[in-house]
């Protein structure tokens, strides 16, 4: 009797395959937990044990020295099925759609989405509004945690939207799924008590405000970072930035006013290889002079992303440093 294929054997037969995913996602979450993302929420680690990821990803694409190398599950060579499926348990992110080289559409590296869950602050009753429904591994391990029927997903693509559909009946999830503009929220489902984006947002949409139960949470990338605002009223809102930075695909659908990177103009190379100096950059957008912010950031001792934060009132909106009626507020495009 032929012996059994050992774990990394790449040579291991297709039928071996849900056999390699579940020791992957277990190495996945031990990864995941050792990175301490579990920490301010232990709650998400079933989700991750339980929710399997390769569900999500029948094929991605990896970065190569000559491009894109495409892994998907159908290959008919088994060495590469085996490739794919370790490959989306990495704790990495995973591109899934591509369109002429430029990137649509990712799963993002898991330890990052475990750590916004957890700052997400996620009761049983929560009613969470998901911006960005990418491959639907999210949204499934939302409703692993409140249910199918308190989670929705919106995204402005409708393959993708119709992608997520199908792997989340595949992993046994059914929340719902919208095809819309997220910028606009998805007022058929509001009130919310927990709004997501994983894209990256160039200002808070006034729309998702609206569409709030009273102190909801809105956990979104904005410039390089994560803001976590608290919403006090249908136009009101404020928070701070999280520690972690955070790189996401921009939300499409919204006028896009974010800065366009490579700027040097003469600045000092240490402060361009900062990444706290290109989050400055990225949150003023434009609206502080590059050196007028270098000063600032020397001034006030390199300040670390925590000491800045967003606020909302009414028709306006600005980020700040330390206070948002203090000194040092920029205003954010509408």
Do not use: K
Not at 33 to 44: I, L, N, R, T
């Amino acid at each position: 009797m032929a012996p059994h294929p050992a774990p990394d054997d790449p040579a291991a037969p297709g039928d071996d395959l849900e056999r390699i995913a579940a020791e992957a996602r277990a190495g996945l979450v031990r990864a995941i937990a050792a990175s301490g993302a579990f920490e301010a929420d232990p709650g998400w680690r079933t989700a991750f044990e339980e929710v399997p990821r390769h569900l999500f990803v029948p094929y991605y694409w990896i970065g190569t020295a000559g491009g894109h190398e495409r892994l998907w599950r159908e290959d008919p060579d088994p060495a590469r099925r085996v490739r794919w499926v370790r490959g989306a348990y990495a704790d990495a992110p995973l591109a899934t759609r591509l369109r002429d080289g430029e990137l649509l559409s990712s799963s993002s590296q898991p330890s990052l989405m475990a750590r916004m869950l957890a700052e997400l602050r996620v009761r049983p009753d929560s009613r969470v509004l998901e911006i960005g429904a990418g491959t639907g591994y999210n949204a499934a391990l939302l409703a692993h945690r409140v249910t199918d029927a308190r989670v929705t997903t919106v995204d402005l693509d409708t393959e993708i939207t119709e992608s997520a559909r199908t792997h989340l009946r595949a992993a046994g999830h059914t929340p719902t799924v919208v095809t819309g503009d997220g910028a606009r929220g998805w007022p058929g489902r509001a009130p919310f008590d927990r709004i997501m984006a994983t894209c990256t947002l160039p200002s808070v949409p006034r729309a998702w405000l609206a569409q709030c139960a009273p102190d909801a949470l809105v956990l979104a990338p904005l410039a390089t970072g994560l803001i976590r605002l608290t919403v006090r009223g249908p136009d009101q809102a404020e928070g701070r930035f999280l520690h972690t930075s955070a790189y996401f695909v921009p939300l499409r659908g919204a006028a896009r006013h974010l800065p366009e990177p490579g700027y040097s103009g003469g600045l000092p190379r240490r402060a361009l290889h900062s990444e706290l100096f290109q989050f400055l950059l990225a949150l003023t957008a434009g609206t502080l002079d590059p050196h007028d912010a270098l000063t600032l950031w020397q001034r006030e001792g390199r300040p670390a992303r925590e000491r800045y934060g967003v606020t909302v009132r009414g028709e306006h909106s600005w980020a700040w440093l330390d206070d948002p009626d203090g000194p040092y507020a920029w205003p954010l495009p509408h």
